[in-house]
């Protein structure tokens, strides 16, 4: 057996970085600035800085960051929101608890992300709003996708898993090896929302989330709505939640925030050495074209027999994921929407062959060479 490799290293911290933290959670028990504190408007404005995008507002979760954006386009329950059947139940929940009606649409089989062809075929009169996912890391052409829809309908994009990942497919300095950051396409969407769950890029030590958006009366709204509908402590204007980002949370986040572009790097260096590692195997790797940045919170592969592959890996001592086993449309809690096996077919085989291969920022080449190997070894068997 191999040297275990875990799959993942969660919250990776220099010890620089950890002094910072641990003296900033002091500095906020000393102060006791617990709820909506400063470091929740700094982290805040530190996020929108980075993303280039006007308005960013903290909240509890990447689930309340999506609930929230529903929220706040007054949808009626009669009205159709359309995710993709492959991504974290999440997606599909945030539509439910908003008491909207829940469409799905289909995967393309090359990278995972929702099909725009999909989701044409499946717009009604009803149609209000997609939620694209940048599965895995990667980024959606939201350009394509809005210049395929109507401009009535809301685009949210779910990047709980792509922190500043971009799409430049319009950019003409592209092929040149010149920054296209400047032709990111972030602006086709109305909102955006971000998670910091523990393992994702940017993670917390608890749970947090973010919805971003260049329209300013949006972000009032989801400002009220996660802070209990208030305009101040006891005058409420509407109904809302109790759905804000902890200060200490927040104040973690905004030291790591500094490192996250590092992290970034780090990971995609691995995926390259993947890439080369397993480019002549019968895996189906990650695709990434030169007008993106895949970000690379998950690397997945796509392979036959995919649960005996894993069970070997796993005896090998190298730890493997599977993002995800049962598409959104099969989930038992979801079977009444009446979605059967074979609605969704791309969504479906895809379920059956992805698996994660371990990723971490601090992960040696060493180690990328013998879950490569070991791999090899179990395409084999």
């Given at each position: 057996m191999t040297k275990a490799i875990n799959f993942t290293d969660v919250n990776p911290v220099n010890n620089k970085a950890t002094y910072l933290i641990k003296k900033e959670i002091k500095k906020i028990i000393n102060n006791k600035d617990f709820i909506l504190g400063q470091s929740v408007k700094k982290f805040e404005n530190s996020f929108s800085k980075l993303s280039q995008i006007n308005y960013c507002v903290g909240?509890?979760?990447?689930?309340?960051?999506?609930?929230?954006?529903?929220?706040?386009?007054?949808?009626?329950?009669?009205?159709?929101?359309?995710?993709?059947a492959m991504t974290y139940i999440s997606t599909g929940l945030s539509v439910l608890l908003n008491n909207n009606k829940l469409v799905y649409a289909d995967i393309e089989n090359d990278t995972?992300?929702?099909?725009?062809?999909?989701?044409?075929?499946?717009?009604?009169?009803?149609?209000?709003?997609?939620?694209?996912?940048n599965l895995y890391g990667q980024k959606i052409d939201l350009k394509?996708?809005?210049?395929?829809?109507?401009?009535?309908?809301?685009?949210?994009?779910?990047?709980?898993?792509?922190?500043?990942?971009?799409?430049?497919?319009?950019?003409?300095?592209?092929?040149?090896?010149?920054?296209?950051?400047?032709?990111?396409?972030?602006?086709f969407a109305d909102i955006s929302c971000y998670s910091f769950y523990p393992s994702k890029n940017l993670g917390a030590y608890g749970d947090g989330g973010m919805v971003i958006t260049s329209n300013p009366k949006?972000?009032?709204k989801v400002r009220l709505l996660r802070d209990h509908g208030r305009t101040d402590k006891?005058?409420?204007?509407?109904?809302?939640?109790?759905?804000?980002?902890?200060?200490?949370?927040?104040?973690?986040?905004?030291?790591?925030?500094?490192?996250?572009?590092?992290?970034?790097?780090?990971?995609?260096?691995?995926?390259?050495?993947?890439?080369?590692?397993?480019g002549d195997t019968i895996a189906k790797l990650p695709s990434e074209n030169p007008y993106s940045k895949h970000v690379y919170h998950l690397y997945v592969v796509r392979v036959p027999a995919r649960d005996n592959v894993a069970n070997y890996l796993n005896n090998q001592g190298i730890g493997s994921g599977i993002h995800y086993p049962v598409p959104l449309h099969l989930q038992p809690a979801l079977s009444y929407l009446g979605?059967?096996?074979?609605?969704?077919?791309?969504?479906e085989l895809a379920a059956k062959e992805v698996m994660s291969l371990p990723i971490f920022p601090e992960m040696k080449e060493s180690q990328v060479t013998t879950v490569s190997n070991t791999l090899r070894q179990a395409l084999s068997v």
């Open positions: 909240c509890a979760s990447g689930t309340d960051a999506l609930t929230l954006a529903l929220k706040s386009l007054n949808l009626k329950k009669h009205h159709e929101v359309i995710v993709p995972g992300l929702i099909s725009i062809d999909s989701i044409i075929m499946n717009i009604t009169k009803n149609t209000k709003a997609v939620i694209p996912v394509k996708l809005r210049n395929s829809i109507s401009k009535k309908i809301f685009i949210i994009e779910d990047s709980a898993q792509s922190h500043f990942a971009y799409s430049c497919h319009y950019c003409s300095n592209v092929m040149n090896n010149k920054c296209c950051k400047k032709s990111r396409n972030e602006n949006i972000n009032e006891y005058t409420h204007i509407q109904i809302g939640f109790g759905e804000r980002l902890d200060t200490i949370q927040a104040a973690i986040l905004r030291v790591k925030l500094r490192h996250l572009d590092e992290w970034t790097e780090k990971r995609r260096v691995i995926a390259k050495l993947y890439n080369q590692y397993l979605y059967q096996v074979g609605d969704l077919p791309h969504a």
